[in-house]
């Protein structure tokens, strides 16, 4: 007998009345058919009838004809039968609309995780770094057995350049190592990874950068800096005294002389100042003007009326480098004393300031928390199904399935006889072709491409077929001094006369650190970085893939029925293959279609 239980608004578990419409649910983890998409278990579309204990549930009225705050509510939910779970915790059910019934379907397994996971990557947090000198040192990872989040590399960050390696401040910038993001973004949102990925084959995988977006706290060490003028002045005439407000470099603001340059620009932005004028005895002067003067121009950006105080806040538009003088204008007119305040209070820039905080996640080309997940299974081949009772995300490359065959499940009394056949074994031609391609965006800015295929030996499917192209911009190695070779991350462009480096960003590269390093100095340190190279699409699918490629080179591809339980519904594991005697053969279970309980069920089976 079924159950559905649905938790209403109030977190309160009430049991719906299903009426005579049995759920009919899929099991899935990975289609193989649909290699490029990764899959949850579902049931079909479910019609719960309008009876007043279902209206209460979804927050309606008593009443059928009153609906209140409809539609697309998300509600946990559990469904049972026989005392045996089919859709169990992490579950939930989309009320999707109201006809004559509530129409909704239940969602479970993976959906659960994957609707977590799309969130904005601002919202991960993957570490951060000072963007100075300090962090270029290799070894400034963090304490001593802490796992690093990110690793200088030898590489050249220059967009078709002359220029290899640069050492400037602004020209440097880390590698995300995969493997800790990955395990952040996982126990971030409260789960535990379980891959049978080794150590050699991915901790030395790595990410560059493809912006430096700043957070509000990039600025925070620049909003102390503050200054102020005490002045006297006399009538007889407009008189002006000029006054400067400038950094000592620890973020302290002193009155300098005239001639003294001030405020050294840090970010291509806006900085902002609170402009206060307190006076201190006598009366005010007839006027006071603040002008912003850099290397080329002098603008006069504000100026203060007579009132006896009043702060305003002036922007002053800069570019990195420019050099700022802050001048002050006293027009006399009148006698007395007064004092003039500045702070910075905020910097407005699109790029993380030198000295500001590099937040990596939100830096690394991808909008969501979900995209960077996906791109990480498609890369490594894996097939993902998540415990959402226990917290645990499996991620297993298809070798998992092949070494689980000591414990497969036997089927081979569930199978219907009757209609199963040998001849029931037809190609995956909807889906593959004999060459297979997976490929990286292409790079436009060095003119390369990158590509890897797998073939599969089977003269009745099409040639050629592209199965999807990962979110990685291809690139290209180059030699480097002492006949090094390291990867170009085109995320620099140099000026025609080859003196100014200016950030233009780009898209993500996946890289591979070498063990070997480079003695290289920065600023008269010397520093041992390791070498980038890229990671290749054939690389991948020639370590990550075979397994899979084994399966679908058979070409043994069913859908048969069989008498499946309950019991077998709730300990389905699609890393655990079945055992069918009639076949005398292995399969992985590539779906189960539209279970209902004591009733026949077709299920798409790949021999192994």
């Known amino acids: 007998m079924y159950k559905l239980l649905i ?30 998409d990764r899959q949850a278990s579902y049931s079909q579309a479910l019609k719960l009838p309008l009876t007043q204990n279902n209206c209460l549930i979804f927050d309606h009225s008593d009443s059928p004809d009153v609906v209140t705050d409809f539609p697309y509510q998300k509600h946990n939910c559990r469904l049972f039968c026989n005392d045996f779970i089919l859709a169990g915790p992490g579950s939930f059910l989309i009320l999707d609309k109201k006809t004559e019934f509530f129409e ?26 000072i963007r100075n000198f300090a962090s270029f ?18 590489a050249t960050f220059t967009k078709v350049a002359e220029k290899i390696f640069r050492s400037d401040l602004d020209d440097l910038y880390p590698f995300i190592l995969l493997r800790p993001a990955i395990e952040s973004l996982i126990s971030q949102n409260e789960y535990t990874l379980q891959t049978n990925l080794t150590d050699a084959q991915w901790n030395k995988k790595a990410l560059s950068l493809c912006s430096l977006k700043p957070d509000a706290d990039s600025f925070d060490s620049f909003k102390t800096g503050e200054g102020y003028i005490n002045t006297s002045y006399a009538a007889g005439g407009e008189t002006g005294y000029g006054y400067h407000l400038v950094d000592d470099g620890n973020g302290t603001f002193s009155n300098v002389d005239y001639q003294t340059f001030a405020l050294l620009a ?16 006598g009366l005010l002067p007839s006027g006071i003007q603040i002008t912003v003067i850099n290397e080329t121009t002098s603008t006069t950006i504000e100026t203060i009326t007579n009132t006896n105080e009043e702060t305003i806040t002036v922007s002053v538009p800069v570019k990195k480098a420019d050099i700022l003088k802050l001048h002050v204008e006293v027009f006399a007119g009148n006698v007395g004393s007064m004092r003039v305040d500045f702070k910075i209070n905020d910097y407005i820039s699109e790029e993380v300031p030198l000295d500001g905080i590099l937040h990596f996640s939100r830096n690394l080309g991808f909008e969501t928390q979900f995209d960077l997940f996906k791109a990480f ?12 009772e226990t917290k645990i995300v499996r991620a297993y490359t298809m070798q998992e399935l092949y070494d689980n065959k000591p414990i497969a499940k036997d089927w081979s009394e569930k199978l219907h006889n009757v209609r199963s056949n040998e001849m029931n074994y037809v190609p995956l031609n909807s889906s593959y072709a004999q060459s297979n391609w997976i490929r990286f965006e292409d790079n436009a800015d060095d003119n390369v491409k990158d590509s890897g295929l797998f073939t599969i030996t089977n003269n009745t499917l099409e040639l050629t077929k592209d199965l999807f192209t990962l979110k990685f ?14 990867a170009n991350i085109p995320l620099n462009e140099i000026s025609v006369d080859n003196l100014t480096t200016t950030f233009k960003g780009g898209k993500p590269h996946i890289i591979e650190l070498s063990t070997d390093t480079i003695e290289f100095t920065v600023y008269g340190s010397l520093f041992y970085y390791h070498i980038a190279t890229h990671a ?9 893939y075979p397994d899979l490629i084994t399966m679908l080179t058979g070409a043994k591809y069913m859908i048969d029925e069989f008498y499946l339980t309950d019991k077998d519904i709730e300990n389905f594991d699609q890393f655990t293959p079945v055992f069918v005697q009639k076949y005398g053969a292995y399969f992985y279970v590539n779906k189960i279609n539209n279970y209902i309980s004591k009733q026949l069920t077709k299920v798409e089976l790949i021999k192994l």
Not at 104 to 129: C, E, K, W, Y
């Open 7 to 36: 938790q209403d608004k109030d977190y309160n578990w009430k049991t719906a009345d299903l009426g005579d419409d049995k759920p009919a649910m899929n099991y899935q983890s990975n289609n193989i058919a649909e290699l490029k």
């Open 104 to 129: 909704v379907q239940i969602l479970s397994g993976n959906a659960v995780f994957f609707t977590l996971l799309n969130q904005p990557m601002s919202n991960l947090d993957l570490g951060s770094l």
């Open 137 to 154: 040192n290799p070894d400034n990872f963090g304490p001593d057995g802490v796992v690093p989040t990110y690793e200088y590399a030898a």
């Open 266 to 281: 840090k970010i291509d932005g806006i900085i902002k100042l609170d402009i206060t004028k307190t006076l201190f005895s």
């Open 377 to 388: 299974v498609q890369l490594f081949g894996l097939t993902v199904d998540v415990n959402n």
């Open 473 to 486: 911009e291809a690139g290209f190695d180059r030699i480097f001094m002492l006949d090094w070779i390291v």
């Open 536 to 544: 290749k699409v054939q690389s991948f699918i020639d370590t990550f």
